[in-house]
């Protein structure tokens, strides 16, 4: 088992090592944790195109020292073309290719937001010095990861018929080996523009204009006039109350942020029971089943949104705990989300903390690789339901849900705590086994990531709905959860489908530790 690292100075991890490196390079030059971020994050769009791209959106949590952390909301709207009428004749909205990319990829207007909130309290380094590791790695060429491989190999047959997927992403036509060198010199040339111009030029610029003149060019739907009309904004964010005093905050809606705090709120209320006993495993994933049913009646697009603050409240978490039987599984199945996204944090020598999360939703998202600019697009836009009136449905401007959302917590003990994970579905189950572990059972903190872990639902294009386990979480226990009714699926140890996660703890004294997860390519590094 890894130690944890630890270090006084400043810390950020990425679920690439790449990025990781391009976080402490920000902070070397005296930039704060939200320029670090940014600076993963557009590296993570070149070394990690399969879980991420300026073509995604992404949501921040930013706390400064000694104060509840900012929200950003950074997802886009669906654009104005994508109406019923343009999917009359269908029951879904197609998962890949151009009916897929139906609303405005947000995350690089979050990462303006997130960088205007940094210069409030501290001198901006220029946007060149954030978006230079990308531009090196997207000009002089990255090393293929084992996942990229994998998730390409696996996918090539729906992604390779979409227009600029092959060109891009295969290698003379094959899929690319690990280790491969692989240049991305029309994204390179993107992030040259936003280095130059502002990262507002993504949407009000030249590169605005040649946006849309790629999208046009596959017969996509995003226009010129789309892009102008969106902006990120700043939310509340929401928060639970623990029994021992902690605080935990996620984001509202679209992000299924309360199912992630819903869930530690009902175990809370719970048996505990000993790190990965029966009582702390079946509490945990009978608290899922909970908070997902809550989830899917409440959650879409904000302004169709239901009450998420109430399921937060002490009677309500403790109504729904009551409803748990300790002793058996309820009944499943449930229709769950798939995604793909990286997870990544960052502390300075300010003590301001940063969990940021963003995604294209499934892996290479639609498929849709733009000629000139060099942009995968996203498919979160597949989420949308085609003929429904509720808070999903689809309708220009509508937001989609997203499985995206970054946790935050302030601990009873006064450290503090930024994590997340990738993984769709499995976001707030890994969020809240990692809590768990390591505040409630006091589990070192990189243990508490690497430690064998649990899947409810689909994810990783699986149609399974069932409960997967990685092999080594012990016969035993796997015996007792299948005794209880559970629908067991063995997985292998450190499975890709158990997320990428992370997570940075910040105490009182300044003393920093970091974790990463062995699932990834990822890595923890310091300064």
Known sequence: MRETPMSYGGMVTAPHHLASQAGR?????????????????????VVYPHMTGLGGDGFWLVAHKGEA????????????????????????????????????????????????????????????????????????????????????RTHLGVLAPVPGFSRTYL????????????????????????AEEGLDGFYRGRLAERISRDMAGVGGM????????????????????????????????????MASLAILGVSDRLEQGASESFTQVHGLIEATKRAFIQRDALIGSPELSGDLAGPLQISALSAEAAKID????????????????????????????????????????????????GLTWQNRGSSFQLGS??????????????TLNPAFADLACGRRMSYGTMGGEGQPQTQAVVFSRHVRHGVGLQEAITRPRWLLGRTWGTVATNLKVEAD???????????AGHDLEIVPPHSGMMGHAGALVLHPDGLIEGATDPRSDGAVVAI
């Not at 930039?31 to 557009?42: D, L």
């Not at 979480?473 to 005794?483: H, N, V, Y």
Request: proline letters at 7%; glycine letters at 12%; charged letters at 20%.
């Open 171 to 194: 290698d003379a036509g094959a899929v690319p080996r690990i280790g491969t060198r692989m240049r991305m010199p029309r994204l390179a040339d993107t992030l040259e523009t936003l």
């Open 326 to 373: 300790m002793m058996r599984a309820a009944p499943w199945p449930h229709r769950a989300e798939p995604g793909d996204t990286i997870w990544c944090g960052a502390v300075d020598s300010h003590g301001t903390m940063v969990s940021f999360i963003q995604s294209i939703f499934f892996e290479f998202g639609s498929g849709v690789v733009l000629g000139e600019t």
């Open 473 to 483: 979480l012990g016969d035993e226990l796997i015996a007792a959860l299948r005794a």
């Open 25 to 45: 390079y920000v902070l070397e030059q005296g930039g704060t944790a939200i320029e670090a971020t940014i600076a993963m994050a557009a590296a993570l769009a």
């Open 222 to 257: 995003v226009t010129v006039d789309d892009l102008a009309g969106w902006h990120a904004c700043e939310v509340t964010p929401l928060s639970v109350a623990m029994r021992d005093g902690s605080r935990l905050y996620n984001l509202p809606a679209p992000t299924q942020g």
């Open 389 to 402: 009136g509720g808070p999903r449905g689809l309708a220009p401007g509508r937001k989609p849900f997203h």
């Open 69 to 152: 952390p900012r929200g950003i909301d950074a997802s886009g709207t669906a654009v104005g073309a994508a109406t019923l009428d343009r999917y009359a004749g269908l029951d879904v909205i197609p998962q890949r290719g151009v009916m897929a990319a139906n609303t405005v990829a947000g995350t690089v207007g979050g990462w303006q937001l997130a960088r205007e909130i940094s210069g409030e309290r501290h001198q901006p380094l220029p946007l060149r010095t954030l978006l230079a590791p990308a531009i090196q790695y997207a000009t002089d060429g990255f090393a293929v990861s084992r996942s990229q491989e994998e998730l390409t």
